[in-house]
């Protein structure tokens, strides 16, 4: 009956980036009275499961960005031993039963995965990639949103907005009194979670001297610089390290 397992052995190389999308959050969401377009508390609890990821799932992601209900994970190393069927089921899993516990919901809610195999040249192209459809995903949902309080029906609002150019969409907003540049930066850009070290100051009593040691901890970064920006490939650069 082992070889009925199909796809059981299929592999991937690093690196590799995990892409993990909430499978039907908006209904869920809006049963719970977030606020629409955007909810801090659901931004906050996003950002805080991508950090229980790093700290509580044995994983060791490079980074995670986040924004909506998606979340972008880079591995350099080989977790499950590139196992596909593992990683495509733990990874949305994990970050499922953490998303439940920071919301403290009583429902289920669901992630789906993807594998996106990259080479180092072409990761800030993928996250400048998902950082466009943040900004997409965010004058959009401004725009539909500001319809439907003007009185036009989902339906209609997204008649409206369907093959709109976001220049067009940026003006419609305008026009409603909404500059959606000035929104705050997560809704724009995305969060970046990541581990940063830091040094820590002590003593050692045998050698009477003060002693520095390097630790890491997991912040997460709620004003990122574009990705194709220079700032914003120095920070990718610094995050993947040489190797």
């Known amino acids: 009956m082992k070889k009925r397992e199909i796809y ?3 592999r991937c190389a690093p ?3 995990i892409r993990v999308d909430g499978r039907t959050f908006r209904n869920s969401l809006l ?7 955007f909810d801090s508390r659901f931004a906050v609890s996003m950002g805080n499961t991508v950090e229980m990821l790093f700290k509580n799932s044995g994983l060791s992601p490079v980074f995670g960005y986040t924004f909506s209900d998606e979340v972008n994970l880079l591995f350099k190393d080989m977790p499950f031993d590139g196992r596909v069927e593992k990683l495509n089921s733990i990874v949305p899993s994990f970050l499922s039963s953490a998303l439940i516990l920071s919301l403290n919901l009583q429902e289920p809610l669901a992630f789906d995965s993807r594998i996106v195999p990259v080479c180092r040249e072409q990761i800030t192209e993928y996250l400048d990639w998902r950082q466009k459809e943040a900004w997409r ?8 949103y500001t319809l439907v309080s003007k009185g036009s029906s989902e339906k209609e609002a997204a008649a409206t907005l369907k093959n709109k150019r976001s220049s067009d969409v940026h003006e419609l907003l305008f ?14 850009k995305g969060i970046l979670v990541h581990k940063k070290e830091y ?11 003060n002693t520095s040691s390097i630790r890491t901890k997991v912040v997460q970064n709620w004003d990122i610089p574009l990705f194709a920006s220079t700032e914003g490939k120095a920070l990718i650069n610094s995050l993947i390290g040489d190797s």
């Open 175 to 188: 026009r409603h009194g909404i500059n959606v540049s000035k929104v705050p930066a997560w809704q724009r």
């Open 15 to 17: 690196p590799f980036i």
């Open 8 to 10: 059981s052995d299929l």
């Open 199 to 209: 040094s820590i100051e002590g003593y050692n009593p045998l050698m009477q001297q």
């Open 137 to 144: 995903n965010c004058i959009n949902s401004y725009a539909f």
């Open 31 to 37: 049963r719970l009275g977030f606020e629409k377009p």
